[in-house]
C-alpha cells in the first residue's frame, strides 16, 4: 500500500476537524404544552416601541410540560426525557434578561445522565438569569384527545395543565408562525390554544388560571457548548 504525501494526511486532517468542529456538540427537539397567566396571545414574544420585551403584567407565570423528541448532549441520548419547568420571568426578563424564579423537574424515568445533560441546555434554550432555581423529581404524564391536551406533574398536586385547541376557521386549528421562540434556533409554530386550567403549587409557589393562553410547539435548540 503506498502511504499518502504528508501534505494530503495534514489536509485530510484539516477537514475532518473543520467538519467536526462544524457539528453542534448539543441538539434538543422538543415538544412543549405550555400556557402561562398572560392572555392570549402572550406579549412576551412580542417587542414594544423600545425594542423591549414584556409580560403582560409585571409576571408572567408558567408550566411547560416537555418531551424531547430527539437529542443528544455528546455521547448522551436525549430522546423520551421528560422535563416540567414551572415558573416566573417576571418583568425584567425582556430588558435585563433576569427572571424571578424556576423549578425544573425531571420524570423518574430519565437517568442521571438524562438529568445532567439537559439542565444547561434548558438554561441555554431561554439565556436567562434566574433569581431562584430549583431541581427536582416528579412524574410527569402528558396526553392528547382531539382538542384537548392535558398534563400533570405528580398526578395533578404539583402542577396540571388542560388546554383547548383555538379551532380556527376551517377547524384545523390556528398556527402563528414566524416568530421566535427565545433562544431556539427553529420552531414548527405556535399552536394556539387557551387553558382550561392551568395551576402550580411547587416549591413554595402557588398560582391558577384558566381562559389564559396557551399553545403548544416543537422546539430545536443546539450550540457548541452545554457548558
Not at 504528508?6 to 475532518?16: C, E, F, G, I, R
Not at 423600545?50 to 411547560?64: L, R, S, Y
Not at 425584567?92 to 424564579?101: D, H, I, N, Q, R
Not at 424515568?109 to 416528579?138: F, H, N, S
Request: proline share 4%.
Amino acid at each position: 500500500m503506498k502511504a499518502l504525501p504528508l501534505v494530503v494526511l495534514v489536509l485530510a486532517l484539516a477537514v475532518s476537524l473543520a467538519a467536526a468542529s462544524g457539528e453542534p456538540s448539543w441538539r434538543m427537539k422538543a415538544d412543549y404544552v405550555e400556557a402561562c397567566s398572560c392572555h392570549l396571545f402572550c406579549q412576551c414574544y412580542f417587542s414594544d416601541s423600545h425594542g423591549h420585551k414584556h409580560a403582560e403584567h409585571p409576571f408572567c407565570e408558567f408550566n411547560m410540560a416537555v418531551t424531547v423528541r430527539e437529542g443528544h448532549s455528546g455521547k448522551v441520548d436525549l430522546a423520551n426525557t421528560k422535563y416540567w419547568l414551572t415558573g416566573d420571568l417576571g418583568d425584567k426578563w425582556g430588558t435585563e434578561k433576569k427572571a424571578t424564579w424556576v423549578t425544573v423537574s425531571f420524570d423518574p424515568k430519565a437517568t442521571q445522565a438524562q438529568r445532567d445533560a439537559p439542565a444547561p441546555i434548558i438554561l441555554k434554550t431561554y439565556g436567562l438569569e434566574w433569581g431562584e432555581l430549583k431541581v427536582q423529581e416528579a412524574p410527569i404524564e402528558i396526553q392528547q384527545s382531539g382538542d384537548i391536551v392535558e398534563a400533570k406533574l405528580a398526578d395533578g398536586k404539583q402542577a396540571y395543565l388542560k388546554l383547548r385547541r383555538e379551532p380556527g376557521i376551517d377547524g384545523k386549528g390556528v398556527v402563528l408562525k414566524n416568530v421566535k421562540y427565545f433562544e431556539a434556533v427553529q420552531n414548527n409554530g405556535f399552536q394556539m390554544c387557551k387553558s382550561i386550567e392551568h395551576r402550580a403549587n411547587v416549591a413554595g409557589h402557588e398560582f391558577s388560571y384558566s381562559d389564559r393562553n396557551a399553545f403548544l410547539i416543537t422546539i430545536v435548540s443546539q450550540g457548541a457548548t452545554a457548558n
